[in-house]
């Protein structure tokens, strides 16, 4: 699906004598929250063709997270008016996990149809999964339409770095469907539908809600509870218009997403693709995001403790923005360096059609993203 999204509308420039069948790079991710997690995460990928029917990929990667995660959301803390407001506190020690992954995908051409299979591995102290994964892709109409069905499957396993005895399973069966359609020599339009179904433990082991009454002196003390299934449909459409006289191209993506949770996401992101010269480009975009709660989402645990109750504020209500800028240079030794940097801003204000939920805490992170890859 990756591979299928990040079609060119122009093909590079092919050096004189040399078949590129494949490309490998390396690429190291780092992202920083406002006083809470920082996390590193270095990866490095290959893909290769073998023969006129064979294609192969794969990739692996290390996530490095430090620092601190609010672990309570509590009513006890005081505004400037005296009036209690909702805060979320660090109540562990600082976080510093470590997290492994690697993916293969094996991929068998048959003229106009190709299928592909794909296997992924995740581990880290307190979560582990196994994915697999089928992919059929059929070319129509001279390869100017791409029909597009998935289907994959990961069994995961949960466990808690404060319960010792948390070792709880989560599946979840994921489907794909997908177009993508050449609309001229210098347009496409792309859109997929997935569909999944997960059964398991999805509650938090880390988060807790601390809440306090006035008629009650002794606080509710709740622990994060969660559905034990979770079924989301997501729709993502993607635009390509290429503009030669300005040099430029024209990317427009919008991605909506919703379950059976209440919540109700849409994502929509602008950006624009300038050559500057043979080897230099550059890509500004903006993105903006909004979601609706979860309808078990609250800050506050009731003090009859219902069956489901998160006060984890991925959960709640708010919006956000996010710029970016990103610079590539092809250098004539065939390698091809790129940077990213980028700013994230999410806030209970930025949510569309009015205010958020009002303990959201305003997030702020930067992050950054450089790699380095050549075609062989």
Same mark, same amino acid.
């Given at each position: 699906?990756?591979?299928?999204?990040?079609?060119?509308?122009?093909?590079?420039?092919?050096?004189?004598?040399?078949? %590129?069948?494949?490309?490998?790079?390396?690429?190291?991710?780092?992202?920083?929250?406002?006083?809470? #997690?920082?996390?590193?995460?270095?990866?490095?990928?290959?893909?290769?063709?073998?023969?006129?029917? &064979?294609?192969?990929?794969?990739?692996?990667?290390?996530?490095?997270?430090?620092?601190?995660?609010? %672990?309570?959301?509590?009513?006890?803390?005081?505004?400037?008016? $005296? +009036?209690?407001?909702?805060?979320?506190?660090?109540?562990?020690?600082? #976080?510093?996990?470590?997290?492994?992954?690697?993916?293969?995908?094996?991929?068998? *051409?048959?003229?106009?149809?190709?299928?592909?299979?794909?296997? !992924? @591995?995740?581990? %880290?102290?307190?979560?582990?999964?196994?994915?697999?994964?089928?992919? !059929?892709?059929?070319?129509?109409?001279?390869?100017?339409?791409?029909?597009? !069905?998935?289907?994959?499957?990961?069994?995961?396993?949960?466990?808690?770095?404060?319960?010792?005895?948390?070792?709880?399973?989560?599946?979840?069966?994921?489907?794909?469907?997908? @177009?993508?359609?050449?609309?001229?020599?210098?347009?496409?339009?792309?859109?997929?539908?997935?569909?999944?179904?997960?059964?398991?433990?999805?509650?938090?082991?880390?988060?807790?809600?601390?809440?306090?009454?006035?008629?009650?002196?002794?606080?509710?003390?709740?622990?994060?509870?969660?559905?034990?299934?979770?079924?989301?449909?997501?729709?993502?459409?993607?635009?390509?218009? *290429?503009?030669? $006289?300005?040099?430029?191209?024209?990317?427009?993506?919008?991605?909506?997403?919703?379950?059976? =949770?209440?919540?109700?996401? *849409?994502?929509?992101?602008?950006? =624009? %693709?300038?050559?500057?010269?043979?080897? &230099?480009? #550059?890509?500004? !975009?903006?993105?903006?995001?909004?979601?609706?709660?979860?309808?078990?989402?609250?800050?506050?645990?009731? +003090?009859?403790?219902?069956?489901?109750?998160?006060?984890?504020?991925?959960?709640?209500?708010? $919006?956000?923005?996010?710029?970016?800028?990103?610079?590539?240079?092809?250098?004539?030794?065939?390698?091809?360096?790129?940077?990213?940097?980028?700013?994230? *801003?999410?806030?209970?204000?930025?949510?569309?059609?009015?205010?958020?939920?009002?303990?959201? +805490?305003?997030?702020?992170? #930067?992050?950054?993203?450089?790699?380095?890859?050549?075609?062989?």
């Amino acid at each position: 699906m990756k591979a299928a999204l990040a079609l060119p509308i122009l093909a590079l420039p092919t050096r004189a004598g040399a078949a %590129e069948t494949g490309e490998v790079g390396f690429s190291t991710l780092g992202y920083k929250e406002r006083g809470l #997690i920082k996390v590193t995460e270095p990866l490095l990928w290959l893909r290769a063709k073998l023969g006129e029917d &064979w294609e192969v990929a794969a990739s692996g990667a290390v996530d490095v997270v430090t620092g601190a995660s609010p %672990e309570l959301i509590t009513n006890r803390d005081r505004a400037s008016n $005296g +009036e209690a407001r909702f805060a979320q506190t660090v109540t562990g020690a600082s #976080i510093n996990d470590r997290r492994t992954t690697a993916d293969a995908k094996v991929t068998r *051409h048959f003229g106009d149809f190709a299928l592909s299979v794909t296997r !992924a @591995v995740s581990n %880290e102290e307190d979560y582990r999964s196994r994915a697999f994964g089928v992919e !059929a892709r059929l070319d129509l109409d001279q390869r100017n339409t791409t029909l597009t !069905a998935g289907f994959g499957r990961s069994a995961d396993r949960v466990r808690s770095s404060v319960d010792a005895t948390l070792d709880a399973p989560r599946d979840t069966k994921e489907y794909l469907l997908g @177009v993508t359609q050449l609309l001229s020599p210098l347009a496409l339009v792309q859109s997929t539908v997935s569909v999944a179904r997960g059964r398991g433990w999805y509650n938090d082991p880390y988060k807790l809600t601390l809440s306090f009454y006035p008629d009650d002196p002794i606080p509710v003390l709740a622990p994060d509870q969660r559905p034990d299934h979770r079924n989301s449909m997501a729709w993502l459409t993607r635009y390509r218009r *290429h503009f030669p $006289g300005a040099g430029g191209t024209l990317q427009v993506d919008y991605r909506y997403y919703r379950d059976d =949770w209440g919540i109700r996401a *849409h994502a929509l992101e602008g950006a =624009w %693709e300038q050559a500057l010269g043979e080897r &230099w480009s #550059i890509r500004p !975009a903006l993105r903006y995001y909004t979601q609706q709660a979860a309808d078990f989402y609250s800050p506050l645990a009731p +003090e009859m403790q219902p069956a489901v109750q998160s006060s984890d504020q991925r959960l709640a209500s708010f $919006g956000g923005l996010s710029p970016s800028l990103r610079v590539t240079l092809r250098l004539e030794s065939g390698f091809v360096v790129e940077g990213t940097a980028g700013y994230l *801003h999410n806030a209970a204000a930025l949510h569309a059609g009015g205010s958020g939920s009002p303990a959201f +805490e305003t997030l702020r992170a #930067i992050y950054g993203l450089l790699s380095v890859s050549r075609a062989f």
